[in-house]
């Protein structure tokens, strides 16, 4: 039997209340991917001896450590964020959305081109420029503006999964987002050596998917609104297959390598300790958290250019041989003021206005209890 969705109702004044321990495992999860892509490119320019700092993301998988992070935390907030007490719930939902993402991605794009490709000298063609602006790049086999841009092809499916399963009354039916949940962690685990591990990259649909709509039953069992035996059982099992099955099937039988199955491991026993054993809601994480998709968006747009100064620059000269770490730190300071900015200036005010217009075009809320803690996302 279902869970009752009434069980978790809260007040909506709560509804604009920030999850600070979220928060933090953003930051974290940036600053993860920022320090790999930082500091594979600059330990060519680093001082001798400093590799270390490299060295150190690369048994771990730092960078898609965070991307998974990140994934999680989408399922844990997102769903949640939609207003099932509201007349257009989807409407609304896919509004501010929209609002929330589109404005700052389309500024990455030209300025991604910028630094990705023209202070380079890398041509890049004006039909891949407008295929990015849609966010769907990778789905037409475009080249990005930025490499990073292929996880926000998830998050577009999963807005996407959400909606539908809003529309067919299924988004707080926890027994079947558990069994989804495993159910595409088990297909992945199932297809991969199938195709003799070709599916391996980027292209993870059904194990990313996955790990989403893991972190919504978690959210609903954290909530009181999944603690049936078969919620449960998917929600730990899930975990289990991520955590243990998945590295040890792939190392044992698969033979790929453990850097590229241990992340999902490690974010999930992350996101756990990060919200049931140890809560970072100590400054400057949450703030961090709270800018964190300008950060993860930005930093190329900022390491690029400072990377192609330094090599214009003579090797002996002092902006060269550097320890690496220092090139990190900088780079991670350079990146914050960007992004802050950014923030500031284009992310929160259009988050603000894809309120404003979901409130004009759908008309108010119904002065009911929601099922759902929202966080803004």
Request: hydrophobic letters at 55%; one cysteine or more.
């Amino acid at each position: 039997m279902d869970t009752d969705p009434a069980r978790g109702t809260v007040v909506q004044s709560r509804e604009d209340r920030r999850l600070r321990y979220i928060d933090s495992l953003r930051a974290i999860a940036a600053m993860l991917v920022l320090w790999v892509h930082v500091s594979e490119l600059f330990k060519t320019v680093a001082s001798a001896g400093s590799g270390w700092v490299h060295a150190l993301t690369v048994p771990i998988n730092a960078g898609r450590l965070g991307v998974v992070l990140f994934f999680a935390i989408s399922g844990f907030v997102i769903p949640f964020s939609i207003k099932l007490a509201h007349r257009y719930p989807v409407r609304e939902f896919l509004v501010t959305r929209f609002f929330r993402l589109y404005p700052a991605y389309w500024l990455s794009v030209p300025l991604g081109v910028v630094t990705t490709y023209w202070i380079w000298k890398i041509p890049y063609p004006a039909s891949a420029f407008f295929v990015n602006l849609t966010m769907l790049e990778y789905l037409f086999d475009v080249p990005p503006a930025i490499g990073l841009y292929w996880t926000l092809a998830f998050e577009f499916v999963f807005y996407v999964c959400c909606a539908l399963l809003v529309l067919t009354g299924n988004i707080t039916r926890y027994r079947r987002i558990g069994a989804l949940a495993l159910g595409l962690v088990l297909l992945h685990i199932a297809m991969v050596p199938l195709s003799h591990g070709s599916l391996y990259g980027t292209s993870f649909w059904p194990l990313n998917l996955g790990v989403m709509f893991w972190g919504t039953l978690y959210r609903a069992e954290m909530l009181g609104l999944a603690n049936g035996l078969f919620e449960r059982a998917c929600l730990w099992g899930t975990a289990f297959a991520i955590v243990v099955v998945y590295p040890l099937f792939f190392a044992l039988y698969v033979g790929i390598p453990y850097p590229n199955t241990i992340p999902y491991s490690l974010a999930i026993l992350l996101f756990i300790a990060g919200t049931r054993v140890v809560r970072l809601e100590f400054a400057p994480l949450p703030w961090l958290g709270l800018i964190s998709y300008s950060i993860y968006l930005f930093h190329p747009v900022v390491f690029n250019p400072v990377l192609r100064f330094i090599r214009s620059t003579p090797a002996d000269g002092w902006l060269w041989h550097w320890h690496l770490a220092a090139y990190v730190v900088a780079v991670l300071l350079l990146t914050i003021v960007v992004a802050a900015l950014i923030y500031y200036a284009v992310e929160r005010p259009s988050i603000r206005l894809g309120r404003r217009l979901a409130r004009r075009w759908f008309g108010e809320p119904d002065p009911v209890a929601t099922p759902a803690v929202a966080t803004m996302a």
